[in-house]
């Protein structure tokens, strides 16, 4: 079945530091894959999105490629802050317009 | 941007009642609403797909007869659980759909503890 498979968390890293959080996804048709993003005591918040192969998603420093060979879109960037830690969920939506999640990542960025 | 409030945002229930959680977006329409369930340390597990006027779609696994899902307008899908045991204990979050553009927003979430 169509499912997300997110890297377990949780991560650690110092302010600066480079970002890589990997999700590959299985589905049967032609999903759009998006990252989401939970502050500490917020709701799910959109951070980006691609709709189709090789597109690039990216917002607030972060980008993803949807990569269709691979069935992947991680998550990077290049330069953390502290006011990024957060959990950080991949999702596919499929045609029917729902969504299937990832088990989300927790990010800590230290000072 | 838009907003999606659930409510109540935590209720602690005994075992055997009921419990109802409510959807609304404030300031757009929404023909869809998703409920989610979210386990600790695990995915958001989609519950059950809301439409307007019709009956829910549930996924697989996830008994109708006890989470039952109304959506009686465009702002306002609700969520019942009945006979409320401690297994059903989880966070709640749904997601509104907007009508027109598909964008998709999230609710903050409503913890439910059965004791």
């Known amino acids: 079945g169509d499912s997300v498979t997110q890297m377990e968390g949780p991560v650690t890293l110092s302010e600066e530091a480079f970002l890589t959080i990997n999700c590959t996804y299985t589905?049967?048709?032609?999903?759009?894959l998006f990252w989401y993003v939970q502050y500490p005591g917020e709701g799910l918040q959109l951070l980006l999105k691609?709709?189709?192969?090789?597109d690039k998603g990216s917002n607030k420093g972060f980008e993803a490629t949807y990569r269709k060979e691979t069935t992947s879109f991680h998550l990077e960037k290049g330069s953390v802050q502290v006011s990024d830690s957060a959990v950080y969920f991949c999702a596919l939506r499929l045609p029917g317009n729902q969504f299937y999640f990832g088990t989300g990542t927790s990010l800590t960025v230290i000072p | 941007g838009a907003v999606v409030s659930q409510h109540p945002s935590r209720v602690i229930c005994k075992s055997g009642t009921s419990v109802k959680i409510e959807c609304r977006s404030l300031?757009?329409?929404?023909?869809?609403m998703f409920w989610y369930r979210q386990f600790p340390k695990k995915s958001l597990m989609l519950m059950a797909t809301?439409?307007?006027?019709?009956?829910?779609?549930?996924e697989q696994g996830v008994e109708k007869d006890k989470f039952l899902i109304n959506h009686a307008s465009l702002t306002l899908s609700t969520l019942t659980v009945t006979s409320a045991h401690p297994e059903d204990s989880s966070f709640y979050i749904c997601?509104?759909?907007?009508?027109?553009?598909?964008?998709?927003?999230f609710g903050e979430g409503s913890r439910l503890t059965v004791l």
């Open positions: 300031d757009f329409q929404a023909t869809t």
């Open positions: 809301s439409n307007e006027g019709s009956k829910a779609t549930y």
């Open positions: 997601s509104a759909q907007r009508t027109g553009t598909g964008e998709l927003f």
């Open positions: 691609a709709t189709k192969a090789d």
């Open positions: 589905a049967t048709g032609y999903p759009s």
